[in-house]
């Protein structure tokens, strides 16, 4: 595997993404732009982007946060996170500006590029579709499902998955027939599973707070990459 990171900028923030894929071909490579969590661009979407790469795309491990910011635990994770939450303008910039990056790099084949993402990252790879960002397909794991406010009467044209755990109490009920609403009503080609007896932060081994409500359940998690990865085989064939 060749691996690197590549510094951007947005707004005077210095921002650094993991770059991975497979050395053994020199041909362009599909490539799956990976949204972190809370937490900000930790080893756990490092390593999500280095089995992607194992199957032959391009992983990218965007970062929001800044060069080198991971939160440390809940507390902070939800201080660097809350911003962009309040301002959904300014992470739509942000989000752009790791596309642009993306969009720099030669090894990958920007007619076939997808984005997935963990929690806030769920949020943000639907807030990529709803702006119209130049990708075919986006995976939201566990996320965030809120629309923004601002993009409204956008048609959707990427295809969305997305990866719900039913008993997730940071995206109800009401947060799932509003989402299915919206991408109705934008005309995307969409799909929502929803897994039984599951909460938030189903994918990570290391989520144990029931009382926050983030528990890994290791048949959802198992489950949704399947899904996920039949997925990203139409989207990026």
Not at 199 to 223: I, K, W
Request: aromatic share 8%; charged share 20%.
């Amino acid at each position: 595997m060749i691996e690197h990171f590549i510094e951007y900028e947005h707004d005077g923030t210095v921002l650094e993404a993991y770059l991975v894929l497979d050395g053994g071909s020199s041909r362009p490579r599909p490539a799956v732009m990976v949204a972190h969590t809370w937490e900000g661009r930790g080893e756990f979407v490092c390593d999500k982007a280095r089995i992607l790469a194992g199957q032959g795309y391009a992983g990218f491990a965007i970062d929001l946060y800044g060069k080198g910011v991971v939160g440390s635990g809940p507390e902070e994770n939800a201080q660097l996170m809350q911003p962009f939450l309040d301002d959904r303008e300014y992470l739509q910039a942000r989000l752009l500006a790791a596309f642009q990056a993306l969009g720099t790099i030669e090894a990958v084949d920007h007619t076939k590029i997808a984005a997935i993402g963990y929690c806030f990252g769920g949020l943000c790879v639907l807030d990529m579709a709803r702006l119209g960002l130049s990708v075919q397909g986006v995976v939201s794991l566990h996320g965030l499902l809120g629309a923004p406010g601002n993009t409204d009467g956008n048609p959707i044209k990427s295809k969305v998955l997305i990866l719900h755990g039913n008993d997730d109490p940071m995206a109800p009920v009401d947060d799932v027939i509003a989402v299915e609403r919206e991408l109705s009503g934008a005309g995307a080609d969409w799909q929502l599973h929803a897994y039984g007896n599951t909460m938030h932060s189903f994918t990570n081994p290391n989520a144990n707070n029931p009382d926050l409500g983030t528990v890994y359940n290791e048949c959802a998690d198992r489950r949704s990459w399947a899904s996920m990865m039949n997925f990203l085989g139409e989207v990026l064939k």
